[in-house]
């Protein structure tokens, strides 16, 4: 990169050079193919420019450039202005010749505007003594169609994104892009960036060769990620190229398809070896229940950890749905239904579409619910929540996310830190589903697996079940299968906790 002559003392100064004066800065491009080289030489002089200007500005001396820079220099300018080119050349035709058979079609004569156009514009920014050849390339090469930098359709794909997924899943999607744009720059040679999104929405799509797409998942895997973690990683990245692809953003076939192979069985055998989340026994059930959650604590959870844990055993609920109920959400108080109160979990907290559902209330867990919901309607708010200490927080503002890491602190004082890792709150859920199936076994026949899969929102795993049996039965039918499952199928000790 040349420097220009009236900034030779001030470089020189800046890097320290005893001569005094700083007239190039030379990098090495890595490659003897021409063709690479050409396609890594912008990126290298973008390189040098914001080093060389680094060091100017930390001696104190104003950058290469000064303070100015042509509006439409920016990056985002740059793409919506090439974008919008290659949107109109596009839409013109290409056939035509002039008398002496050369191309003279409407779409050639558009191309030779623009690089008029930019002809200027690269004359303009050379003579400020910034590379006019790296703009004209990098905007004809995007208006052809040539190069599809991920700054141009990023921002369309996490509009429809924000349509169809949670606010969770939008934060992971968002980790996951840069995680692939600090890969991305690692390999190039340009080490961790400061803004991995600002970087990647600076690389070309169609450059990423196909070999380092391949190498991605080992790559995380050095990281230290775990299995699981690397196939969600990857199957947003997998999503992102199906969309560019249905878009005609890009063509072929997705590089991403098979790329979570042989995941699932390397998370399953760490999972083997690591202990999975499993079920309370009895016994930890009843030192949890008899518990004073706010024994020796200066908190504000005590009541809540209280009456979420009754509540997610006798329902089954997750978490987040348990923590999000408000004063709508308590279904059948006129009990046109039948004797039980229930619980409703909407769309909005429901994990996915099964997950939409209603939850007959146990006589053993309404008081619980009957002192919530006196507390909320007092407030006079329309809806209030049954559980306000449970703020939203997270990546998806879940009423869940604070109280998990209260649980956390809780579990562990009661069950020891050996507990981690295999017991939490979910683990009340999966008691849930054992007392229903040892009520079934102890002929509480409305405790049936597909009731069971109703009440605590899964897919029924049989192909007949999720597909031609009822979405939804009756109120009774579940109303029985709760009783029965504290009846037939709930050890006497925790019965015996749970009754106030």
């Known amino acids: 990169?040349?420097?220009?002559?009236?900034?030779?003392?001030?470089?020189?100064?800046?890097?320290?050079?005893?001569?005094?004066?700083?007239?190039?800065?030379?990098?090495?491009?890595?490659?003897?193919?021409?063709?690479?080289?050409?396609?890594?030489?912008?990126?290298?002089?973008?390189?040098?420019?914001?080093?060389?200007?680094?060091?100017?500005?930390?001696?104190?001396?104003?950058?290469?450039?000064?303070?100015?820079?042509?509006?439409?220099?920016?990056?985002?300018?740059?793409?919506?202005?090439?974008?919008?080119?290659?949107?109109?050349?596009?839409?013109?035709?290409?056939?035509?010749?002039?008398?002496?058979?050369?191309?003279?079609?409407?779409?050639?004569?558009?191309?030779?505007?623009m690089d008029n156009m930019l002809s200027e514009r690269a004359a303009e920014l050379d003579g400020k003594g910034l590379d006019g050849a790296a703009y004209l390339t990098r905007f004809r090469e995007i208006a052809t169609g040539a190069a599809t930098p991920f700054g141009s359709f990023l921002n369309r794909w996490r509009r429809e994104r924000e349509q169809d997924v949670s606010a969770s899943t939008l934060h992971m999607e968002g980790a996951s892009l840069r995680q692939f744009g600090t890969y991305l720059a690692e390999k190039q040679g340009w080490g961790t960036p400061k803004d991995p999104m600002v970087f990647l929405e600076q690389q070309v799509i169609e450059?990423?060769?196909?070999?380092?797409?391949?190498?991605?998942?080992?790559?995380?895997?050095e990281k230290g990620l775990s299995p699981k973690t690397i196939g969600r990683q990857i199957s947003s990245l997998k999503v992102l190229w199906d969309w560019c692809l249905r878009k005609h953003i890009l063509s072929g076939a997705n590089p991403w398809a098979g790329a979570t192979a042989g995941l699932k069985k390397r998370a399953e055998k760490m999972g083997k070896t690591r202990g999975r989340i499993v079920a309370y026994t009895a016994d930890e059930l009843v030192l949890l229940l008899k518990a004073d959650p706010d024994e020796g604590r200066r908190w504000a959870w005590g009541s809540a950890i209280h009456d979420l844990m009754r509540l997610a055993l006798l329902t089954g609920a997750r978490e987040n749905e348990l923590c999000s109920l408000s004063i709508s959400r308590i279904i059948n108080r006129d009990g046109k239904l039948g004797p039980l109160w229930g619980i409703?979990?909407?769309?909005?907290?429901?994990?996915?579409?099964?997950?939409?559902?209603?939850?007959?209330?146990?006589?053993?867990?309404?008081?619980?619910?009957?002192?919530?919901?006196?507390?909320?309607?007092?407030?006079?708010?329309?809806?209030?929540?049954?559980?306000?200490?449970?703020?939203?927080?997270?990546?998806?503002?879940?009423r869940g996310y604070y109280f998990a890491k209260r649980f956390t602190t809780f579990r562990r004082d009661v069950l020891g830190v050996g507990s981690d890792g295999r017991k939490v709150f979910h683990s009340f859920r999966k008691c849930f589903v054992t007392f229903m199936e040892m009520a079934l076994a102890n002929g509480a026949a409305a405790c049936t697996e597909l009731v069971c899969d109703h009440l605590i929102g899964h897919k029924p795993p049989r192909l007949s079940a999720n597909t031609y049996a009822a979405k939804q039965f009756d109120w009774p039918l579940y109303s029985d299968a709760i009783l029965g499952m504290v009846d037939k199928g709930m050890p006497k000790a925790v019965k015996d906790a749970l009754t106030p």
């Open 1 to 113: 990169m040349s420097i220009p002559r009236d900034r030779w003392i001030d470089a020189g100064k800046a890097y320290g050079k005893p001569s005094g004066i700083l007239q190039e800065r030379v990098v090495s491009l890595q490659t003897r193919d021409l063709k690479e080289a050409i396609r890594r030489r912008d990126k290298a002089l973008a390189h040098l420019r914001a080093e060389v200007d680094a060091k100017l500005i930390a001696a104190g001396f104003a950058p290469l450039a000064g303070d100015w820079k042509p509006d439409w220099m920016e990056e985002d300018a740059l793409l919506a202005e090439a974008l919008a080119a290659r949107k109109r050349i596009q839409a013109v035709s290409d056939v035509g010749e002039d008398e002496e058979g050369y191309p003279d079609s409407p779409m050639h004569r558009l191309i030779d505007g």
């Open 207 to 221: 450059d990423i060769p196909l070999p380092v797409i391949g190498e991605y998942s080992e790559w995380l895997s």
């Open 344 to 398: 409703s979990v909407l769309d909005t907290e429901a994990k996915t579409d099964n997950s939409v559902r209603s939850v007959p209330l146990h006589p053993l867990v309404r008081p619980v619910i009957e002192r919530r919901l006196a507390a909320a309607i007092a407030t006079g708010q329309p809806d209030a929540p049954l559980f306000p200490e449970c703020k939203p927080g997270g990546p998806g503002m879940k």
